[in-house]
């Protein structure tokens, strides 16, 4: 049965739809058999292969190397971006006179070999087949992940096989598809056993079946090499002791009948992460052994060597169980022989990997080893990833007796993993190194103070992410409070991302009280002016000359320079609440897209969040989904808590607005529940303002009520800023549902803040409701404040706004019998909602204008709302004149997908090449200036 659905997917996957499968089952179950059934019946297509192995699951990106060493040569037509990235992973000549100036992210690692496998399949549909996916190395898992998960219209296949057991990994929380492998049935037992020349009777085979659970490996390996007296013996005798203890007997005899020089060549062999073959011969030559050390292995049937085409040799174990029981089943003295033999034979061409093979052959502490190996780190941080250095750093703090170096080497370490996204072994790291008792006089050199300072740093910035926004303020206010030896750039750094935290946390004034420190700090004089210009944005009181992009970018920091991720974030978050939102989203799009194509993931979270609020308000919807759902699935990733709250609820707002009652709620949900566990107030408001909306648009008045009035409230639902923005929904529901006392008391507190407020969105909510009271009121100044009102929702850019007020005042103007004028202000209303998507609102704009006797306009519906996000994505960069490849590129898609796309929209959009695109003013329908337009320019040129 297994075999079949594999054949199907295979089948599915070369007819151009990307499949995933996950076959999960305990060792030795037939998970690789299924898998190289696959592989073998794979015709027509490019297959690569990849196998985790236990002892290299620290090493960099060994997984990787399997997979595309093979194909290296036929990546030529990869983007140079990607392409450099494949070159930085191993020494190769190409790379060799490559210099890496930065970090080889996890999300540019992932993105190039995404580029890779769609590059090769454009050739031809490939077959990627990662074996032990449980044992591959962090980044090598990451970045299989991240492609696979990419995967949709293109000729790929991914099959991954991983043990079914309790502890989960990358693949297990991702969501794919999985085919669970059972053992055999007694009757398929014995016909595996009677196939090895051993037919035990029936009572046997059941005992054994249930023992091993069916297990062909352990059947296999026990029938073949085992005593099969013995077996047919202790099989009617006790089921107590184990048959994974067998197992093992199994491969230590296996490895006991070997020569000794054999045995010492083998654990060589298992040693190396690369499977070189001529790496393994000159490591056994500096041990004194010669190549036919293997032949007795080849013979018995261990290893395998074999040639790729225009490839060098490589050797393999015929079984990943059998390469961990030779390297684990060694005497420590053979396994620290085998990694100096390969470290001297490494030295010359891999000076990096050479030095994690002496550290690994180390006993104790060895301060030389320790020296080298954390002076290789920052190699394998640009070269091998972020994953490869934490662990380069880790095995240093390993081998150092200082108890000060020990723990700056666990911090840095902690400090990759974080940058990294692996947020769990960050966490554990930074706990290592938090034990560790130091003092300032310390021989190891270094100031045991800063490292205290360094770690209480790190344990904010990963609280702000993943734990509790009150804990994480504190602790990087804490750190710039003790900090001494600290640039001024990182002090700025952290009390910017304290203000975020206090700012998720609903603690305004203390959010605006570290932002006046930014200018106080030691140092702190060049920050003086854009702490000053970042707290007005946050106090909505940024004047429209400073909210200028050009002017803004004068006021960054010469420190930060443009290749600083913290001027993009800074410049976005005063931006984000300025005066000019089109211009505010024109510079989002370009910091995203940097984000983006950097691989800085994690920070790509926080600038889509404020880019998706930029576009909630615009009515550029269907932009704000794939923004939120892209900034999602990363943060999902990473477990990224608080980012995961913070776009859930987004998405909960989004769904509600378009009438997507159940999807609003399970993302309402999910956003409530991670916000209370992370105290993400500003999550968990906009999440209960969702669903709010969402009660108001289907008349549960009420409830909209109780619910949108908690916004305003203390926790856990309660965010001061977003029970301002609510403050229109609020009179609405209390008016609707009687409560005028407190729609007059929100909409004059309302009003009381807002002098002196230069955000156009509060200008907005004040005319709102001051139309909804005095329409409710019946006074005739009721026209005049909704005109009003409406003129502000369109300086502002707030097509929702302004449709909402359409309604308003068309109901006032049916209840003041002018029908005619009703009728203009409801049709104003449906189309503004069509545009939107927001089907709720259209309707009940629809009810009323039927009653009147009228019909909405008969004009087809906005061009940009007939598309996909993704689709629209790429009807925007075509429009602009991008190619397929420049397209796919952009938006990790290969040529052939993004030709597929175009190919469906043409229909959609009434047209039949891509030129005609051009005209479309599909950049215009959605409120966004196109390529020459003065806006982008200057959101160019001023950042």
């Given at each position: 049965?297994?075999?079949g659905i594999l054949a199907d997917r295979l089948a599915d996957a070369g007819r ?139 000729p790929i296949a991914v099959l991954v096989a991983r043990r079914d057991l309790d ?196 006993t104790g502490t060895d301060e030389q080893r320790a020296r080298t190996l954390a ?569």
């Amino acid at each position: 049965m297994e075999r079949g659905i594999l054949a199907d997917r295979l089948a599915d996957a070369g007819r151009g739809h990307g499949q995933v499968v996950v076959v999960r089952g305990e060792p030795g179950i037939g998970k690789s058999a299924l898998l190289d059934d696959a592989a073998a019946h794979a015709t027509g297509m490019t297959v690569l292969r990849c196998t985790g192995v236990e002892s290299e699951i620290d090493l960099p990106y060994g997984g990787l190397h399997q997979l595309l060493a093979p194909v290296c040569a036929q990546l030529d037509g990869l983007a140079d971006a990607h392409r450099d990235v494949v070159d930085r992973l191993w020494p190769t000549t190409r790379s060799a006179t490559t210099t890496a100036a930065s970090e080889t992210t996890p999300g540019a690692v992932g993105a190039a070999v995404l580029a890779a496998w769609q590059l090769l399949a454009s050739r031809r549909p490939l077959l990627v087949v990662v074996d032990d996916a449980h044992w591959l190395d962090t980044g090598s898992a990451r970045a299989v992940l991240f492609a696979a998960r990419r995967i949709t219209t293109d000729p790929i296949a991914v099959l991954v096989a991983r043990r079914d057991l309790d502890e989960a990994d990358h693949f297990s929380r991702a969501g794919f598809p999985t085919l669970p492998v059972g053992g055999l049935a007694p009757d398929a037992v014995g016909e595996l056993l009677a196939g090895q020349g051993w037919s035990p009777p029936r009572r046997i085979v059941e005992v054994l079946t249930e023992r091993s659970g069916g297990n062909p490996l352990a059947l296999l390996e026990l029938a073949v090499f085992g005593d099969t007296g013995h077996l047919s013996a202790t099989g009617s005798m006790s089921k107590t002791v184990p048959l994974t203890d067998r197992l093992r007997d199994a491969f230590t005899d296996r490895l006991r009948a070997l020569p000794e020089h054999s045995r010492r060549a083998l654990v060589v062999a298992a040693a190396d992460e690369t499977g070189q073959y001529d790496v393994v011969l000159g490591a056994l030559a500096r041990s004194g052994l010669g190549a036919d050390a293997l032949t007795a292995a080849e013979a018995a049937r261990l290893l395998v060597v074999s040639t790729v085409a225009a490839h060098p040799e490589t050797l393999r174990f015929r079984h990943p169980l059998m390469r961990s029981a030779v390297y684990h089943n060694a005497p420590f003295a053979h396994r620290a022989e085998a990694h100096e033999a390969l470290a001297a034979e490494l030295t010359d061409h891999d000076p990096a990997r050479a030095a994690w093979h002496r550290a690994l052959a180390a006993t104790g502490t060895d301060e030389q080893r320790a020296r080298t190996l954390a002076h290789h780190a920052a190699q394998l941080r640009s070269g091998g990833g972020l994953a490869a250095s934490s662990a380069a750093y880790q095995r240093a703090a390993q081998l150092t007796r200082f108890p000060e170096r020990r723990r700056h080497h666990l911090l840095t370490a902690a400090y990759d993993a974080w940058k990294a996204a692996d947020s769990a072994r960050a966490q554990s790291l930074a706990a290592q190194a938090a034990a560790i008792a130091v003092t300032p006089s310390s021989v190891g050199g270094g100031s045991a103070h800063q490292t205290d300072v360094d770690l209480e740093r790190l344990q904010g910035y990963m609280q702000w992410y993943t734990g509790d926004q009150v804990i994480a303020a504190a602790r990087l206010a804490g750190s710039v409070d003790d900090a001494r030896m600290t640039a001024p750039h990182d002090i700025a750094a952290a009390l910017f991302a304290a203000c975020d935290a206090s700012w998720q946390a609903g603690e305004i004034a203390t959010a605006q009280s570290l932002t006046r420190r930014l200018g106080t700090e030691p140092g702190g004089s060049a920050y003086r002016r854009a702490a000053q210009v970042l707290e007005a944005a946050m106090d909505d009181r940024l004047t429209p000359e400073d909210g200028a992009i050009s002017r803004l970018a004068g006021v960054v920091p010469a420190d930060l320079g443009t290749g600083d991720p913290r001027r993009w974030l800074w410049l976005l978050a005063v931006a984000a609440r300025g005066p000019d939102p089109a211009l505010a989203r024109a510079l989002g799009l370009q910091v995203a897209d940097r984000f983006r194509t950097s691989g800085m993931f994690s920070l790509l979270t926080v600038a889509l969040s404020w880019l998706v609020e930029i576009e909630y308000q615009m009515g550029q919807w269907e932009a704000g989904i794939a923004h939120a759902e892209e900034g999602l699935r990363h943060a999902e990733d990473a477990e990224h808590l608080a980012r995961q709250a913070d776009l859930a609820a987004h998405l909960a707002r989004l769904a509600a607005v378009r009438g997507d009652a159940e999807g609003g709620r399970v993302h309402s949900r999910t956003a409530l529940t991670l916000a209370w566990r992370t105290r993400h107030r500003l999550a968990a408001a906009r999440a209960t303002w969702a669903d709010g909306l969402l009660a108001l648009a289907t008349g549960d008045h009420r409830e909209a009520f109780e619910l949108i009035g908690s916004t305003s409230g203390p926790l856990p639902s309660g965010h001061p800023d977003i029970g301002r923005k609510a403050t229109a929904d609020l009179v609405e529901a209390s008016l609707r549902c009687g409560e005028v006392e407190t729609a007059k008391q929100a909409a004059a507190d309302l009003s009381s803040w807002a002098h002196g407020r230069t955000s156009p969105w509060v200008d907005v909510q004040v005319l709102r409701c001051r139309a909804l009271l005095t329409a409710y009121d019946g006074d005739p100044s009721a026209d005049k404040d909704c005109a009003t009102s409406a003129a502000a929702a369109v300086r502002a850019q707030m097509p929702f706004e302004q449709a909402r007020i359409a309604v308003l005042h068309g109901e006032w103007a049916r209840r003041g019998r002018r029908p005619t004028e009703a009728r203009k202000h409801l049709r104003t209303a449906v189309a503004l909602f069509d545009r939107l998507g927001a089907s709720h609102w259209s309707e009940h704009a629809r009810t009323q204008l039927r009653a009147l006797g009228g019909a909405a306009d008969h004009r087809p519906a906005d061009l940009a709302g007939r598309l996909t996000p993704q689709e629209l994505q790429v009807a925007r960069l075509a429009a602009q004149g991008l190619s397929n490849r420049e397209i796919g590129t952009r938006l990790f898609l290969s040529p052939r997908t993004v030709g597929y796309h175009l190919y469906k929209l043409f229909p959609k959009l009434g047209i039949a090449s891509r030129a005609q695109l051009r005209h479309l003013g599909l950049f215009e329908l959605d409120g966004e200036a196109g390529p020459e337009t003065g806006m982008t320019k200057a959101g160019t040129s001023g950042a």
